[in-house]
């Protein structure tokens, strides 16, 4: 490109970036991404610094916060870290949420079928259905997408698979699952004490966070983390490999069906996890309104964290905090839908950050 | 409900639909995909609603919609043109982003009232039965529904800007090379076309139901999107495809009364989307509908020159 | 006469997509004069094209002159406002397969209304004018032959009326009669003045149509041949011919690869009526039968587009054969996994080195990929696989700063190395030969790893594997065929033992003329 007086250039990077690189790319993107919507509130006729100040001190400074940014941040992680595993082979799995929520309706379920098992077999029993059917509303996602040839046909279809999970709940807690003492509150019974998960007294930090903890360093050793540039297992190279290169993939014998689906069943059930985990750990009713986009967040926090797992638990920790400081948001007068602006404008930057990962930019002054 | 209220509310579902749909065809014959469809209409839902409230005008209001419709997609356009990203990602980052900005625009209006586009009667043919009042005793977004329909299919199909169109979409290093500027039919493309689903979120607010509620659209966005699937990337197909998606929509409270619980009813049109979209999607896979119809051979491929 | 172009001083690199520059055109000088025909030759990879292409882009350096102004041409759209049309070579990128030929032609749409009968019409009067034979302007592309093609594209350039015509390879997929048409089209354009380069490798071709001749070798300027010796040269095609080879080639010919003689091995790999379509769906593999031995190697020669490049991705999978049968040692593999295909035994080094090549992942990884899954379990054996993969480096002596660096940053001569030292290192399951298949395995890169490439091939061959090589480079195929094959509009039209086969005899057989050259008919290479 030739201006007037200056000549810029755009070259394509031959090695990847280092480390510290990518990361100061990927703050300075974050850092644009929140200036944008600081912007859009000055507009408004609200003090974007301060309220950014408010929400960094509510959510990581107060005893109460701390904790609520921590019991958020348990959906966010379970959700964003399984999301990265198709992400890494570039399939893209948008319906999170809907996996999310059929995930809670299993737990559900299962704690409404069995209230008398004692908790050591009820919880992981809910898990285990929670997973299986998170997972389940995944593998069309996956199908369609190797078999659809319309590019964003999958897209469109993993989203779509919201609406159905979302309706199902709105139908149980109206009809069969439909608290007697609820006062028109569309929502379930107290789910049976077996099937509670332990909390943290005090806190709404329940137990989940260990098992999402030990999931997310699982897939860290054995589907991300390379030594000598040699990955654990098998999976974890052809993930690399088809999401690098699918053609190549498929022309060295590796089967894209199969990778797709194991995948969208690691990332949906995840999902299914996070499900069980927010019900049973957390607001113990099952109510329509449970998620309030953690499926969509979930996908910015995968990539905002680069798609690495050590990434993702920072990513999964500040769009907690931003949650977990909602209330400061609220109390500046805005709806809480703007925490969607915060994701939108990230993922932008995010997007374009890629951009100068694989490019830099060379510039002359002409004379 | 008399059948010519179900009829008339077909109608005023389905403007609602093909508006974005003609919107998108014309973002997706060019190369580009733009699933940000959500995110552009319920912005500019939003937005024109204010200006509505604001101005008293909905034609003002209707006109600010498009605007941030087409700003919206400018976004898209720089990300998936200039910087050749990911356009699946960028345009999910638009629908979040444009939810988000929807909350914004709309935060002081919620629970107002405006004044909804006035009907006018079409003379000598609002009195014909049943499609009189059907069709021809609307707002004038509705009748601009109906015009702009053969208008974009002549458009594609009969002018040189359309041919050169559809050859970016197909081939843009074909279209290059006989000196065809490609960054710009993208960017036109996609700005008009994001304009267009400004209109579909403003007639939403200023003509079907005026009012403003979060997250109003419900996600038919998305379907708009499956539309476009659906209707073959072509403007008529397009039309018959949203009347038709309008009575899913419309036929859901005609079912109320039936027994069958409403969420149940409620998924119809999201289930029969994606029943479309799989029966689509193993029609367009057989190679030899595939070398005549389907999607733009350079959807969704980045251009490079040289 | 008048000198009406003149590019002078050109200088154009390419980054190889990681740090490597390639100096494609270096300090080129060419000069074009009104009414003449100029050839352009050169090998593949010798910057023809490149050198061409700057009359719609920017070089690195250097000054284009048309018509004694300087003029700087950023785009094809200034190319056409200057009057240069351009026929190019790689059509995937300049038709559009889904339109009819009439819906192709955009400079025919002007005004803001679009008359199809109208568009028609000027089509059919311009195939007329310029007599370029039968074409229905309302077929769509991809029902066209490669010949009708490649008139389409002649004809979009044409009918801009353009000064200066250049045509890039305009003749690689005509049958002789269009080839016949397409030059007496140039000498009638050179009657009215017009000005043609034409891009070829073809040396008869080059000496019939040219006034004079330019050879490029290396981005550089071997010699400009002025109109008197070309015009000798017509005198004596055969010598002009050779004597072009050698400005082509240069000096540095390669020396004669030693070739043991070598009892044929048993059948490895047999086909028998294969028929596949290519990528729209219009069948290219015409019922091809013929079989490979261990220790042989057969050569599939042909112009490119006959159908090499489907008949042998049929082989491995990678598109579907939609008749007839391919055997394996004897069992039918045809259309199984192509992992299965793959673990029985079938090396493949594809021409296209995008779908064999993972250019952000590193050396090792590309080299694992034949590899990681030879142990059973979930697990990779790391430790198994740095000591192979380092070893491979080794052996091949792959030139990379680290097994861990990006394919990306290597060169494309130990790109096309880390293809091969993976694909010809595989093990076949015990008591059984190897399958490799070579598709072009030496396209584009320098002399050394060319010879080098082919020496593995003929180690290969002595070690007991069936190679099946395919190669539009007949060199290539002469000097290391047992048995050549030659491909022609999607049949085997002749098999002739290496032996007795002359440049000539397979060279015709490519040109689709079937004489008593063939020595060894088609029976006897179908019966088992």
């Given at each position: 490109m030739k201006l007037r007086f200056i000549e810029i250039k755009m070259k394509k990077r031959g090695e990847k970036p280092t480390f510290m690189l990518s990361v100061i790319i990927r703050l300075l993107s974050l850092a644009m991404g929140l200036g944008v919507v600081a912007a859009l509130f000055l507009l408004q006729g609200v003090n974007p610094l301060l309220l950014y100040f408010n929400i960094f001190r509510v959510a990581f400074f107060t005893q109460y916060g701390l904790a609520e940014t921590l019991s958020r941040m348990i959906p966010l992680l379970c959700i964003g870290i399984g999301l990265s595993v198709p992400f890494r082979a570039k399939i893209d799995n948008i319906g999170a949420e809907g996996q999310f929520l059929v995930g809670a309706i299993a737990a559900a379920g299962v704690a409404f079928s069995f209230p008398d098992l004692p908790a050591v077999l009820l919880i992981p029993l809910m898990f285990a259905a929670g997973f299986a059917l998170g997972a389940l509303w995944a593998i069309p996602v996956a199908i369609f997408r190797v078999m659809g040839k319309f590019k964003g046909a999958d897209v469109v279809l993993s989203f779509l698979m919201v609406f159905p999970a979302y309706l199902l709940i709105v139908y149980l807690v109206n009809g069969p699952?439909?608290?007697?003492?609820?006062?028109?509150?569309t929502q379930s019974p107290l789910f049976p004490v077996n099937s509670q998960i332990w909390q943290l007294p005090g806190t709404r930090i329940h137990l989940t966070i260990l098992l999402v903890l030990a999931l997310t360093f699982l897939i860290h050793y054995y589907l991300v983390r390379t030594k000598e540039g040699i990955p654990e297992t098998k999976l974890g190279y052809e993930i690399n490999v088809v999401g690098e290169n699918p053609e190549a993939g498929a022309a060295a014998g590796i089967n894209f069906l199969k990778i797709a689906l194991i995948t969208m069943i690691i990332s949906g059930g995840m999902a299914g996890l996070a499900g069980v985990g927010e019900v049973a750990?957390?607001?113990l009713r099952l109510r329509p309104?449970?998620?309030?986009?953690l499926g969509f967040t979930g996908i910015v926090v995968a990539w905002l964290g680069g798609l690495n797992p050590l990434g993702i638990i920072l990513s999964s920790l500040f769009f907690a905090g931003l949650l977990a400081g909602g209330v400061e948001i609220q109390m500046a007068g805005l709806p809480v839908t703007v925490i969607d602006l915060f994701n939108g404008s990230i993922l932008f930057f995010v997007l374009l950050a890629e951009f100068f990962m694989r490019f830099k930019i060379e510039w002359r002054i002409l004379k | 409900m008399s059948i010519v209220l179900i009829g008339s509310s077909i109608v005023t579902a389905a403007t609602f639909f093909l508006i974005p749909t003609l919107g998108e065809i014309l973002t997706e014959r060019s190369g580009i995909l733009n699933l940000g469809v959500e995110g552009m209409v319920i912005s500019s839902a939003a937005a024109a609603f204010a200006v509505t409230y604001l101005t008293g005008n909905a034609m003002i209001g209707v006109l600010a919609g498009m605007a941030v419709g087409g700003i919206l997609a400018l976004i898209h356009a720089i990300l998936s043109i200039t910087f050749n990203r990911n356009q699946v990602v960028s345009g999910i980052s638009l629908t979040v982003f444009g939810t988000g900005l929807s909350g914004l625009l709309g935060r002081d209006f919620v629970g107002r009232t405006i004044a909804a586009l006035q009907p006018i009667p079409i003379l000598g043919l609002s009195d014909i039965p049943f499609f009189g009042p059907v069709f021809f005793n609307k707002d004038i977004l509705v009748y601009a529904s109906f015009i702009l329909v053969p208008v974009l299919w002549f458009i594609l199909f009969r002018t040189r800007i359309g041919i050169v169109i559809r050859t970016v979409g197909e081939n843009p290093a074909a279209a290059y090379t006989q000196g065809i500027n490609v960054i710009l039919v993208r960017y036109l493309c996609v700005i008009l076309g994001g304009m267009l689903c400004g209109l579909g979120g403003a007639y939403m607010t200023v003509a079907w139901m005026p009012a403003w509620t979060e997250g109003m659209t419900g996600g038919r966005g998305w379907i708009v999107i499956a539309l476009t699937v659906v209707a073959l990337w072509h403007p008529i197909t397009a039309f018959l495809g949203a009347y038709l998606f309008g009575m899913f929509h419309v036929l859901q409270f005609s079912f109320q009364l039936s027994g069958i619980p409403v969420a149940f009813i409620n998924m119809l049109p999201y289930l029969s989307t994606i029943a479309f979209l799989l029966a689509w999607g193993i029609l367009l896979n057989k190679q030899k509908v595939k070398r005549i119809i389907g999607a733009p051979s350079a959807l969704c491929v980045p251009f490079e020159k040289g | 006469m008048v000198t009406v172009l003149k590019m002078q001083n050109i200088c154009k690199s390419f980054v190889g997509e990681g740090g490597g520059e390639i100096r494609a055109n270096d300090n080129i000088t060419f000069t074009l004069k009104r009414g003449e025909v100029h050839a352009l030759l050169g090998e593949n990879g010798a910057g023809k094209s490149t050198l061409v292409m700057n009359l719609c882009r920017e070089p690195d350096s250097g000054t284009v002159i048309l018509n004694g102004e300087k003029v700087e041409l950023h785009s094809p759209r200034d190319a056409l406002k200057h009057g240069i049309g351009i026929a190019y070579q790689d059509l995937s990128r300049t038709l559009v397969e889904r339109h009819t030929i009439a819906e192709n032609i955009l400079s025919l749409a002007t005004g803001f209304l679009l008359s199809p009968s109208a568009i028609e019409e000027a089509i059919r009067e311009a195939l007329v004018e310029y007599d370029l034979g039968e074409l229905d302007p309302q077929m769509s592309i991809w029902k066209l032959s490669g010949g009708e093609k490649q008139r389409v594209e002649i004809l979009k350039a044409l009918i801009t009326n353009p000064d200066i015509l250049i045509l890039d390879e305009p003749t690689s997929m005509q049958t002789p009669l269009e080839v016949e048409r397409l030059f007496s089209l140039i000498e009638t354009l050179k009657a009215q003045g017009k000005s043609v380069v034409i891009i070829t490798h073809h040396l008869g071709e080059a000496i019939r149509i040219s006034n004079r001749i330019t050879v490029l070798r290396g981005g550089k300027v071997v010699d400009t041949l002025d109109e008197v010796r070309v015009e000798a040269m017509k005198k004596e095609p055969e010598k002009g011919a050779r004597e072009l080879a050698q400005l082509m080639v240069g000096r540095e010919v390669l020396y004669d690869l030693e070739r043991k003689g070598l009892q044929e091995g048993p059948i490895v790999l047999a086909t028998q009526d294969l028929r596949v379509n290519n990528d729209m769906g219009v069948q290219v593999v015409n019922s091809v039968s013929f079989k490979v031995r261990g220790n042989q190697i057969l050569g599939i020669a042909g112009v490119a587009g006959n159908g090499q490049r489907e008949l042998v991705e049929s082989i491995v999978h990678?598109?579907?054969?939609?008749g007839g049968n391919i055997h394996l040692h004897g069992e039918v593999i045809t259309n199984k996994p192509i992992k299965e295909i793959r673990d029985r035994g079938v090396s493949f080094v594809p021409e296209n080195r995008k779908k064999a090549l993972i250019l952000n992942m590193s050396v090792r990884a590309n080299l694992m990929i034949s590899y990681y899954a030879d142990t059973p379990g979930l697990f990779v054996d790391r430790e198994a696989m740095i000591k192979k993969t380092d070893g491979l480096i080794k052996r091949f002596s792959?030139?990379?700063?680290?097994?861990?660096?990006?394919?990306?940053?290597?060169?494309g001569g130990n790109r096309q190395k880390v293809v091969v030292a993976r694909e010809l290192s595989r093990q076949p399951p015990k008591g059984e030969q190897l399958l490799l298949i070579a598709e072009n395995p030496t396209f584009g890169l320098d002399v050394a790893t060319t010879q080098f490439v082919r020496q593995e091939l003929l180690k290969m061959r002595t070690a007991g594997a069936a190679v099946l090589l395919v190669s539009s480079d007949l060199t290539e195929i002469m000097t290391l065929s047992d048995m050549i094959a030659v491909m022609y509009k999607g049949k085997i039209i002749g098999v002739l033992d290496a032996s007795s086969a002359t440049r000539e005899s397979v060279g015709l057989l490519m040109g689709g003329v079937v004489g008593e050259t063939s020595n060894v008919g088609e029976d006897e290479l179908i019966e088992a």
């Open positions: 699952w439909k608290d007697p003492e609820g006062w028109g509150f750990g957390n607001l309104e449970i998620s309030t986009g | - | 990678w598109r579907e054969a939609t792959i030139e990379t700063p680290s097994p861990l660096a990006p394919v990306r940053s290597l060169s």
